[in-house]
């Protein structure tokens, strides 16, 4: 079974300083994993994607990931946190399987920036 | 200017009532979904379809039923066998139901009530 794990619930960063949210996967065969961010009584807005290729994946907004297979994780950063980067964040996992049903979301960390 | 589109943004519904979420969108996308999200849980998957004319059970789709008469839409009811339907629900699409490299797009999001 193939599931994500994001272990901070919540994260505070001061503004100007780097940030990094967390992700851990278990999944069988080769993973894809995608970041997605949530502002406030708002749908999820795709950030980045990892399929295959280098480990360090760049993303909208300033954003970049990187995939540690050795670590099965897929930690999300930015080198320095604006305020309007708090928000809900959501790491997804595909797993191997075929179907519509193979998307998997961890239960997501809310990032506080503090200016 | 392509998209989902979820109407209503707010929904209130009485004790007993069904309810109808829509979901519209114009991407050309086969697979859409439906999610449910709670506080703390992450999302949920309730309802998904792979292509026009079929739709499959999630992880929580008691209480639910949906319907893809249309390639852009898969609306959603509510049902009144729905014992706790308060959350916020998440329409979403994506290019191809099997394609795992290809991320999913959300709407806006629906916030329904119980009152």
């Known amino acids: 079974a193939q599931s994500v794990a994001q272990p901070e619930d919540q994260v505070n960063v001061a503004e100007g300083n780097p940030l990094t949210v967390k992700c851990t996967y278990s999944?069988?065969?080769?993973?894809?994993l995608f970041w997605y961010v949530q502002y406030p009584n708002r749908g999820l807005q795709f950030l980045l994607k990892?399929?295959?290729?280098?480990?360090l994946v760049k993303g909208s907004y300033g954003f970049e990931a990187e995939f540690n297979k050795s670590q099965t994780s897929f930690h999300l950063k930015k080198p320095s946190a604006l305020v309007s980067d708090s928000a809900l964040y959501f790491c997804a996992v595909r797993g191997p399987q075929t179907g519509a049903n193979n998307l998997f979301f961890g239960t997501g960390t809310r990032l506080t920036v503090i200016p | 200017d392509g998209g989902i589109t979820q109407s209503p943004k707010y929904l209130f519904r009485k004790e007993g009532q069904n309810v109808t979420l829509s979901c519209e969108q114009n991407l050309n996308h086969d697979a859409m979904y439906w999610y449910r999200q709670d506080p703390g849980q992450g999302l949920r998957l309730i309802y998904y379809?792979?292509?026009?004319?079929?739709?499959q059970k999630g992880d929580i789709a008691e209480g639910y039923s949906v319907s893809r008469e249309k390639k852009e839409s898969f609306p959603l009811t509510v049902t009144s066998a729905q014992k706790n339907p308060t959350a916020f629900y998440l329409c979403a699409s994506s290019r191809t139901a099997g394609q795992k490299n290809t991320e999913a797009f959300f709407g806006q999001g629906t916030r329904l009530t119980v009152v």
């Open positions: 379809s792979q292509i026009v004319n079929d739709f």
């Open positions: 990892y399929i295959t290729g280098d480990n």
């Open positions: 999944v069988s065969g080769n993973p894809y």
